[in-house]
Nanobody, 122 residues
Framework: VQLQASGGGLVQAGGSLRLSCAASGFTFDYYGIAWFRQAPGKEREGVSC????????YYAESVKGRFTISRDNAKNTVYLQMNSLRPEDTAVYYC????????????????WGQGTQVTVSS
């Protein structure tokens, strides 16, 4: 199982980024996918998750209305569109996958990708 997160970068407050999580080595259609983030000195936080079919999505209160999660099962990729970015969104963002769980709790996910850094300047 491999998950490759990309799309991070440096953006000014109010700007947008789209993160991608490309998956390989497993039957992507069967897995729920989540995005987590961890800022320096802070605990890991669940940002958003999407069911295997894409029919169910969940968001942390802090990103509702600004972030949108989606998936393209034909491309084995999940996206996180991040709009109206704030300095407090600065963190390393990780994607995670699990065939049995859909949760905003990181402990429920078996597979993790490497992170991609998002930095929002004020």
């Amino acid at each position: 199982v491999q998950l490759q997160a990309s799309g991070g970068g440096l953006v000014q407050a109010g700007g947008s980024l789209r993160l991608s999580c490309a998956a390989s080595g497993f039957t992507f259609d069967y897995y729920g996918i989540a995005w987590f983030r961890q800022a320096p000195g802070k605990e890991r936080e669940g940002v958003s998750c999407i069911s295997s079919s894409g029919g169910s999505t969940y968001y942390a209160e802090s990103v509702k209305g600004r972030f949108t999660i989606s998936r393209d099962n034909a491309k084995n990729t999940v996206y996180l569109q991040m709009n109206s970015l704030r300095p407090e969104d600065t963190a390393v963002y990780y994607c995670a996958a699990d065939p049995n769980n859909l949760s905003m709790s990181g402990s429920m996910y078996a597979y993790w990708g490497q992170g991609t850094q998002v930095t929002v300047s004020s």
